[in-house]
């Protein structure tokens, strides 16, 4: 094809489907000011010669390979066929490679800092936002693929990242990657509960509420003797369902604080439950479980550094329970995004592919805070409606009865649409002379079967066959190992 048809055809297509406009009427105005300056800062966008020409519509496309696209090869007729670009697949992956540092700035920018603000749903007076934190993990393709873990704070009542950091799996969980705002209440599990992370939360003027593990988080009483939790759990003789509390101290850096601990007697099926859980696990690790770990698979043991005369037992643990949360949170991002393993090889391609993931999953949840908050004000309106009929404890009922798993995906559902796009047959048609390399076989040892048979069959004059080919080609082969 002749340049100038190749201009003129790339004039005609390169255009904006009138209808198309929910990425930039819906998307475009919920991302940072300064986005344009920052991908040329941060080196996502090189060239003004190139042929993406606004930061968004690379935005969009680094999305669409996440969210969307089976390959780089999809991407790039993806990119032709909403008038985006037209980029080889090696064009789109080494700018998907330089992109990392720019969508980590995204992703900071569009996180909400829930810690920052006071939380006026918290009934208790005093206290900020409660955190949950955890760590998840992405793995690259392949038997050896890298591995990467998600670093993240989740704020309970709104349901929203806050804090987001992403690092090789050599990085252990700790609490020194975030920025710990002072009467915030964080809640994590037993990879947090060490000294040196309750340390660092009350230092910081935060509360902590933590599974741990006595082997790993040494303890004395007021006279300053050491306290072995598992005699004194024997001594309890508890019941399933009671509740065990005692004060504690623990030292750091020569600097002595005060905790809580309390352990929930587990009944008897959820002991022989864990504990078939733990000898599996052993059993895999080539480990010998002792008798201290099986006794103390009978007992939740939590430690809290929340005063006594505001935060009971009972609420204490129900914060633990709520720990479930991010759980689901990691569930919901890899299924719903459909990543559960990431499409990399090296290094770049990885921490980019994530920091896009995270983006799209950011970007989708501020659908989700606001199909939320419609829900409620529907939930309050018929609760007045109705409300000589429905009490306060079935009006309660109702608002629970909400799915937040199929309101994400439904937000999700929509940022794919807001993402992908649509396109007619008339364009797509009009767009196959710039699909050309996007749609061609790669070369390949072996022939393509289809085309083989089809020029065989329908060119005038006589093709080989199948066999008498493959009969060919071996003997070609035996040719060239005689004379090798």
Known sequence: ????????????????????????????????????????????????????????????????????????????????????????????????????????????????????????????????????????????????????????????????????????????????????????????????????????????????????????????????KSIEIVKWLKAQRARPGKICTRVAFFWHQQKQYEVRVMALRRSAEQTEQRRRSKKRKAKKDQKRLQAETLYLAGWVLILTTLPASDWSEQEVLSLYRARWHIELLFKRIKQLLSQHRLRAETEETARASVYALLVSWVLQQQVACEMRAILTQVYAQVGEEIGREMTSERLHEEQAALSEWQLQALSVHLFRQQVQGTWSRERLLQCLPLLRRHLKERPRKRCQRWQHAYHWLVDPEPKESFEERDVGRNVVSARRATLA
């Not at 489907?17 to 998307?27: C, D, F, I, K, T």
């Not at 985006?84 to 992109?99: C, N, P, V």
Request: charged share 20%; aromatic share 10%.
């Open 1 to 224: 094809m002749s340049s100038e048809i190749h201009d003129s055809v790339n004039d005609r297509l390169f255009q904006e489907e009138p209808w198309e406009e929910s990425w930039e009427r819906e998307v475009v105005p919920q991302l940072p000011e300064a986005l344009e300056e920052q991908a040329w800062r941060l080196g996502a966008m090189q060239r003004k010669s190139g042929k993406i020409n606004r930061a968004s519509d690379l935005l969009r496309g680094l999305l669409a390979y996440v969210l969307c696209a089976s390959s780089f090869r999809g991407l790039g007729a993806w990119g032709v066929l909403k008038g985006i670009g037209d980029l080889a697949d090696t064009s789109w992956r080494e700018r998907l490679r330089k992109a990392s540092a720019w969508l980590a700035w995204i992703l900071s920018q569009q996180l909400q800092p829930a810690g920052l603000q006071p939380c006026p749903s918290l009934k208790k007076a005093g206290y900020g936002a409660i955190e949950l934190v955890d760590a998840t993990h992405f793995k690259c393709l392949g038997p050896h693929g890298m591995v990467w873990r998600i670093h993240c704070v989740y704020h309970l009542l709104t349901l929203q990242l806050s804090q987001v950091v992403v690092s090789s799996a050599k990085v252990a969980e700790n609490l020194k990657q975030f920025v710990l705002q002072a009467g915030s209440t964080y809640v994590h599990d037993s990879g947090y509960g060490y000294r040196d992370r309750i340390a660092q939360s009350m230092e910081a003027g935060a509360y902590s509420v933590t599974a741990f593990y006595p082997g790993s988080f040494p303890m004395e009483d007021q006279e300053g």
